[in-house]
């Protein structure tokens, strides 16, 4: 499967990583963890809100409205908008999408941004409303959610290539340990595989430490091009690669691989690297056996090598294969959509110097990847990004 | 592997009953195609016309080639199982307060993977197992995973349980205790493991062979209860209505009349009077207790059974007025179905082509026997279903309605049975 046709993301930039502090629940809406997002791009950015001409918005919490009422509720008036219903995809997907609209001229400030709020009933009532099937052919078996079905894979996932709940312990204690210096994590209390094997059960064989937080809040980031971000005098990072994939491996009939392992070789020949010369990887975690199979699906090795690949590496900040730098969705907490874009905004802050105190050392090189919509037994929305500091060539 | 259900305790009359809840019953309108099946007991699935592909979850197109001729079709339930999870977290009160629960991931032998309730007699994965359906306590249709071949006490399953209406350890009023039918449906009952069965007679002088022997029995109790009387109806729901877990109504009138073979009202108002506002009068006194007892332990209040007639689907001339109240009859069924789906009450309707009674003397065979209408009660009962055809006429009538109503409307109608 060659794409050497495809053109590259020379000459765009992703600038300006923006978050809106999380909280467990909010009495906002959706409207205005956004809209709080894009204050901040602004701000940080300097430029002037009409500078903004290209939006893309994800979110599960907007309803009625979409980004559309977004742009008439937060007063902008873009020449390229997007909505992207992806979930744990959009932010891989967002600026894929928008470095194409910025190299055509399309756009030339696109704000990409995530937001959810979370009611105290919120996530149930999104749950049995999430997709036809899963109103169909999941939510009636139990309602347990995405606990449920990531419970399945799990288990078949241990059973097939002798995965222990250790295993999952060590990316879980690790990415702990990497959120104790992030300020907006939910979850800044030292963990130890003590205390993530003791943890009470949630679905067989899915621990409470397994599991993301749902909470509120929302992310974003700026793209131009590298033009504009010098004369702004904004940091950025280098899109090298991108790719996204859905309902990858439909035959399938459980998943035991994601669509990250269909499209690898074309993402890493876009940017002319190896999964060698990757410093640090943010990895959508919404289960650590989706980070697991993403050790083997991006080639860090083989698969079914996901356990002793854990077993052998260190995946703290100052580890051997630096893994989800802020601590991911299992120790910062999952704002809805915005856990989407929490590994694409660690990245461009790592990869710009804007990460103090948690900063992996002269990184040069990000790997972002994506996943979304448990719509039936599996999410379907994958993706990547090979993101370069912005001197980096 | 499943547990013997030994008899529920007496309940504590302190504490307080609780009010049913219901599994999630939101469906897309395809997906109703499975709980239509399931109805009547059948496991469908969408098939493509054009290229065979199995499809799961429903759909409004084939998955294969774009086609939109889906058929549900029956189908095999034999599958493997590849995962599975017990739950101990659940967003739904209905599973919160039936924790742990288990579930399955099964692959079909014929193609799609399905999402099931696991019974606990499943074996554990990966291993083989059939895939069966379902109603579940909101009505709606719902995979289980089930063994290979029936292990002991399965009926008695808890996951199974919640599904059914078995009448082990169950109370049950049958309206009409006094016919042949009747006496057969309370032995049915009693045989089924019933706790107590109510058996409805509305005129004692009347002493029908074999009532001495159903009255022998230690579970039954004769009861006086006329249909045609709201006082009657009344005053035996006062003393045990709050008890009654499972209400069969097979009390009728069948008078073999069409119109112009009789002059007058009166014997159409007759079978009016019992086979709808009968039902009418019952399910005002009965239906209310029944829905307040939908959650009580787990013999709970569960289940509605009507004895319709095949003939209520379409009119038999020479039983015309009979049809018609049947007819009838089954359209309050409906509303009545509709009226205790919420606090989980199954309404169960049987449809018998003529059965073997005074009534169908002059009826050629083949007839069905009142033992049989019995077992079919007791099997719709344990299998959960909502809609029975029971015996060959049964079943061919309603092969012939389905095809086409209006083609069976002229048959019946040049004196075509």
């Not at chain 2, 099964?106 to 083989?128: N, S, Y």
Request: hydrophobic share 40%; net charge neutral; with cysteine.
């Amino acid at each position: 499967m060659t794409r050497s046709s495809r053109k590259g993301y020379d000459g765009v930039a992703v600038a300006v990583p923006v978050t809106v502090p999380y909280v467990r629940y909010s009495t906002h809406g959706a409207h205005w963890f956004i809209g709080r997002a894009l204050a901040e791009l602004v701000r940080e950015s300097g430029i002037d809100k009409d500078d903004i001409d290209g939006l893309c918005v994800s979110s599960f919490t907007l309803a009625p409205d979409t980004a559309v009422g977004l742009t008439q509720h937060l007063g902008l008036n873009p020449r390229w908008l997007d909505h992207l219903p992806m979930g744990g995809a959009s932010g891989v997907v967002a600026v894929r999408r928008a470095a194409r609209a910025i190299q055509a001229g399309d756009a030339d400030m696109i704000a990409c941004v995530a937001g959810d709020t979370n009611h105290v009933d919120s996530f149930r009532q999104t749950l049995g409303s999430f997709s036809l099937f899963a109103r169909d052919a999941t939510y009636p078996y139990g309602s347990g959610g995405p606990n449920a079905m990531f419970a399945f894979i799990t288990a078949h996932y241990m059973r097939t290539y002798g995965a222990q709940r250790e295993d999952f312990g060590r990316i879980c204690v690790a990415q702990r340990e990497n959120a104790l210096a992030t300020p907006y994590a939910m979850f800044r209390k030292p963990l130890t595989l003590d205390e993530y094997i003791a943890a009470r059960v949630i679905a067989e064989p899915i621990h409470l430490f397994d599991c993301v937080m749902p909470c509120a809040g929302a992310e974003g980031v700026l793209l131009m091009s590298e033009a504009r971000a010098r004369d702004l005098n904004l940091p950025f990072a280098r899109l090298l690669a991108a790719t996204e994939r859905h309902n990858a491996y439909r035959e399938d009939p459980i998943m035991i691989r994601g669509g990250w392992a269909m499209d690898r070789d074309d993402l890493y020949a876009q940017a002319g690297i190896k999964p060698d010369d990757i410093d640090l990887v943010q990895f959508y975690d919404d289960y650590p056996v989706i980070v697991m199979m993403q050790y083997e699906d991006l080639g860090f090795c083989e698969k079914g090598e996901g356990p002793a690949f854990v077993r052998s590496r260190t995946l703290t900040r100052e580890g051997s294969l630096p893994t989800n730098t802020s601590g991911g969705q299992l120790s910062v907490g999952q704002a809805g959509a915005a856990g989407g874009y929490l590994g694409l905004v660690e990245a461009v802050r790592q990869l710009t110097g804007q990460a103090p105190g948690r900063a992996v050392p002269d990184a040069k090189l990000g790997l972002v990847s994506g996943f979304g919509m448990v719509t039936y037994d599996r999410c379907v929305c994958t993706g990547a990004l090979i993101l370069g500091r912005g001197d980096s060539r | 592997m499943t547990k013997q259900m030994t008899r529920p305790k007496r309940k504590n009359p302190v504490l307080r009953t609780r009010l049913p809840t219901l599994p999630p019953w939101g469906r897309s309108r395809v997906a109703l195609g499975l709980t239509a099946a399931a109805a009547i007991g059948r496991f469908e699935l969408q098939q493509c016309a054009d290229c065979a592909a199995i499809q799961y979850p429903p759909r409004e197109a084939c998955h294969v080639c774009l086609s939109a001729r889906l058929q549900w079709k029956p189908q095999s339930g034999a599958g493997r199982l590849l995962s599975e999870t017990v739950l101990h977290h659940s967003n739904d009160l209905f599973f919160r307060e039936r924790l742990p629960w288990r579930l399955g991931l099964v692959q079909l032998d014929v193609g799609p993977t399905l999402m099931v309730h696991l019974l606990d007699c499943a074996p554990a994965a990966p291993a083989r197992v059939n895939v069966d359906v379902r109603l579940d306590r909101a009505g709606q249709a719902v995979l289980l995973g089930v063994p290979e071949t029936e292990t002991e006490h399965m009926a008695e399953d808890r996951v199974l349980r919640e599904m059914t209406c078995d009448p082990k350890f169950r109370k049950a009023l049958v309206t009409d205790g006094k016919t042949a039918v009747g006496q057969a449906i309370v032995k049915a009952l009693v045989n089924a493991g019933a706790d107590i069965v109510w058996a409805g007679h509305a005129e004692p002088w009347k002493k029908l062979p074999g009532l001495d022997g159903i009255t022998a029995l230690p579970q039954v109790t004769l009861v006086p209860l006329d249909l045609t009387s709201a006082k009657s109806v009344s005053e035996l729901a006062g003393e045990v209505a709050g008890k009654v877990d499972i209400v069969i109504n097979n009390a009728e009138v069948h008078r073999t009349y069409g119109i112009s073979a009789r002059r007058g009202a009166d014997a159409a108002r007759a079978e009016m009077d019992i086979n709808y506002f009968g039902l009418l009068r019952l399910a005002q006194e009965f239906g209310p207790a029944l829905k307040g007892r939908g959650a009580d332990g787990p013999a709970s209040a569960v289940a509605w059974v009507n004895l319709l007639s095949i003939y209520a689907l379409s009119n038999y001339p020479p039983h015309g007025t009979y049809s018609a109240s049947k007819a009838a009859a089954l359209s309050l069924a409906q509303c009545l179905r509709a009226e205790m789906r919420p606090a989980g009450i199954r309404v169960i309707n049987l449809f018998p082509g003529p059965i073997d009674d005074d009534w169908n003397q002059l009826l050629p065979p083949p007839k069905i026997a009142p033992a049989s209408v019995a077992q079919a009660i007791v099997k719709a009962l344990r299998d959960g279903v909502e809609d029975v055809y029971p015996g060959d006429v049964a079943q061919e009538w309603l092969a012939r309605w389905r095809e086409n109503p209006k083609v069976l409307e002229r048959e019946l109608a040049a004196g075509g049975s």
